[in-house]
């Protein structure tokens, strides 16, 4: 399905990033493993586990290349894009999940770990679509892609609102509306960009969840491997011309996630003021509850 594609996988040195990287290279894909390997909450930095997986792919006879970097810094995606395309000739196309919490309510957060995670998660990500939209578009200017390219991104559930992620939630939600945009801006470039939410136990889910939470969770509905036949699927030729979308995938369930869109409406000659409309409320929400308070997890939704 990917067999001879050159793709590239930041965060690929643990979790779902990892076991995606494993699986391409199983199905005949070289692939450029990124990573800084950083804590589940963004300390340090560590080339062991960029190395562990590489030096595993290679050792079952696959083809991975390890680039030791950070996806926040501009200049290091700049290079990353360049030297793959000095070491394969091409791209075919990239997933992005490097990405670490830092949970606290909002009214405790350190505005410190508000820009740390905001800037791995979508600044991360503004990075790499930038330097893979620019090569691939002045590639398809100059000779023209004999295939599509593809970017997958990676957002959450967390993005429809989640207690003490506000900095996560947030950064996931942008993706999403940089996935939209880079969707139409790219496509007459013969690129196409795609969004998904995965749902897995994996370290860093086990480093910020609470213990009482992680044990009604069915660890082994919920592995990492069960979600990577997604990216996979979207970075093949299978998906030639799905653009724009967001998928969600946990356990044994693939969703389509719609994008926001109008949806009620009232209309009064003349324009609104606050009086009618504030007398005209319920009828605009239709009978549906004032609040919506309620978890929005893909884990949650999985488990019920």
Same mark, same amino acid.
């Given at each position: 399905?990917?067999?001879?594609?050159?793709?590239?996988?930041?965060?690929?040195?643990?979790?779902?990033?990892?076991?995606?990287? *494993?699986?391409?290279? @199983?199905?005949?894909?070289?692939?450029?493993?990124?990573?800084?390997?950083?804590?589940?909450?963004?300390? &340090?930095?560590?080339?062991?586990?960029?190395?562990?997986?590489?030096? @595993?792919?290679?050792?079952? %006879? %696959?083809? /991975?290349?390890?680039?030791? %970097?950070?996806?926040?810094? +501009?200049?290091?995606? %700049?290079?990353?894009?360049?030297?793959?395309? /000095?070491? +394969?000739?091409?791209?075919?196309?990239?997933?992005?999940?490097?990405?670490?919490?830092?949970?606290?309510?909002?009214?405790?957060?350190?505005?410190?770990?508000?820009?740390?995670?905001?800037?791995?998660?979508?600044?991360?990500?503004?990075?790499? *679509?930038?330097?893979?939209?620019?090569?691939?578009?002045?590639?398809?200017?100059?000779?023209?892609?004999?295939?599509?390219?593809?970017?997958?991104? *990676?957002?959450?559930?967390?993005?429809?609102?989640?207690?003490?992620?506000?900095?996560?939630?947030?950064?996931?939600? &942008?993706?999403?509306?940089?996935?939209?945009?880079?969707?139409?801006?790219?496509?007459? +470039?013969?690129?196409?960009?795609?969004?998904?939410?995965? /749902?897995?136990?994996?370290?860093?889910?086990?480093?910020?969840?609470?213990?009482?939470?992680?044990?009604?969770?069915?660890?082994?509905?919920?592995?990492?491997?069960? *979600?990577?036949?997604?990216?996979?699927?979207?970075?093949?030729?299978?998906?030639?011309?799905?653009?724009?979308?967001?998928? /969600?995938?946990?356990?044994?369930?693939?969703?389509?996630?719609?994008?926001?869109?109008?949806?009620?409406?009232?209309?009064?000659?003349?324009?609104?003021?606050?009086?009618?409309?504030?007398?005209?409320?319920?009828?605009?929400?239709?009978? @549906?509850?004032?609040?919506?308070?309620?978890?929005?997890?893909?884990?949650?939704?999985?488990?019920?």
């Amino acid at each position: 399905m990917i067999d001879g594609k050159v793709v590239i996988v930041t965060g690929g040195a643990s979790g779902l990033g990892r076991e995606t990287a *494993v699986r391409m290279a @199983e199905l005949g894909a070289s692939v450029v493993v990124s990573d800084l390997g950083s804590e589940p909450h963004g300390e &340090g930095a560590n080339e062991e586990p960029l190395r562990d997986v590489v030096d @595993e792919i290679t050792e079952n %006879g %696959g083809e /991975a290349t390890a680039s030791f %970097g950070d996806i926040t810094d +501009y200049e290091y995606v %700049g290079s990353l894009v360049e030297e793959t395309v /000095a070491a +394969y000739g091409r791209i075919d196309g990239a997933v992005n999940y490097a990405g670490f919490l830092r949970d606290d309510m909002l009214f405790n957060m350190d505005p410190a770990d508000w820009s740390a995670v905001t800037d791995v998660h979508l600044t991360g990500h503004f990075n790499l *679509v930038h330097h893979l939209g620019s090569h691939w578009r002045q590639r398809s200017n100059a000779e023209g892609l004999e295939t599509q390219r593809s970017f997958v991104s *990676v957002s959450s559930a967390s993005s429809r609102g989640s207690p003490a992620q506000l900095n996560y939630s947030a950064a996931k939600a &942008g993706v999403l509306g940089l996935t939209r945009t880079a969707a139409r801006e790219l496509h007459q +470039y013969n690129v196409r960009v795609n969004a998904m939410m995965p /749902a897995a136990i994996t370290r860093m889910l086990d480093a910020n969840v609470p213990d009482d939470v992680l044990e009604r969770l069915p660890r082994d509905e919920l592995g990492p491997e069960k *979600v990577v036949a997604l990216p996979i699927v979207l970075l093949s030729d299978a998906t030639t011309d799905v653009t724009g979308w967001t998928f /969600a995938i946990g356990g044994d369930t693939v969703f389509t996630v719609t994008d926001p869109e109008l949806d009620r409406s009232l209309t009064t000659e003349g324009g609104w003021n606050p009086s009618d409309l504030a007398a005209a409320f319920d009828d605009l929400l239709e009978g @549906e509850p004032r609040s919506k308070t309620e978890p929005g997890g893909l884990l949650n939704e999985l488990v019920e």
